[in-house]
């Protein structure tokens, strides 16, 4: 039977590609967006629910699918507002866990960071760490939380401090073995296929997923 995937964040750098990703797999059916504007030009598989995310509770209905992949997350400099910042990383992906678990959609996966951490002193450690514990917290049967170092990829936005730590962290590349791998610069492209790749396996038993293993669960060819 062919799948139906909810998908929030689909206009972001990672979410985009997983959105290519499952326009172009068979397994999938349908694939639902959420989000607060539309995207043009794609397939009919693909229906998509514009509205504020903030209020995810209204799409409750729509809601519905077999697997949900949260791909939300702003940044320091475009949301300067640490309220309206934890309203969209902390309250958005915990909103979709509960419905998750409300409609009986048994896996979620969700990208969190590097750091996160529930008891930091950081704020947006512990806002990372807060949602995670939140999103494991409904009891989802599958849940996956991807912690990424820093991304690799081509955005549309111009990010100009995050252009220069990418410049230096690649210089520095061969410096991170054994217990450092995780700081790796990882690419976009492969964290959208380890969350392809995680929800179409029942061997991760792992809830939280460091940056290297991302990258080895991108490399497993399941098909």
Do not use: W
């Not at 059916?29 to 209204?58: A, C, H, M, W």
């Amino acid at each position: 039977m062919k799948k139906t995937a909810i998908i929030l964040g689909a206009s972001g750098l990672t979410g985009g590609l997983l959105l290519e990703k499952l326009i172009h797999d068979d397994r999938y059916e349908t694939i639902k967006l959420f989000s607060r504007t539309r995207i043009d030009g794609l397939p009919n598989k693909v229906i998509q629910y514009i509205g504020n995310l903030l209020e995810l509770d209204q799409f409750k209905n729509e809601f519905t699918a077999d697997e949900i992949y949260c791909c939300i997350g702003t940044t320091v400099k475009k949301t300067p507002d640490k309220k309206l910042y934890r309203a969209i990383d902390y309250g958005i992906p915990v909103a979709a866990a509960k419905l998750a678990k409300e409609n009986d959609i048994s896996t979620y996966l969700v990208i969190s960071a590097m750091g996160a951490n529930k008891k930091s002193k950081v704020f947006y450690n512990r806002t990372k760490g807060e949602m995670e514990q939140d999103v494991v917290n409904q009891g989802i049967q599958n849940t996956s939380i991807l912690r990424p170092s820093l991304i690799g990829g081509e955005r549309d936005e111009q990010r100009v401090l995050e252009k220069i730590g990418l410049v230096i962290f690649k210089v520095i590349q061969p410096l991170f073995i054994g217990p450092l791998k995780k700081y790796k610069i990882i690419d976009a492209e492969n964290i959208a296929q380890a969350m392809l790749n995680l929800a179409n396996t029942t061997s991760n038993t792992d809830v939280v997923i460091t940056s290297n293993d991302i990258e080895q669960l991108a490399k497993r060819n399941l098909k």
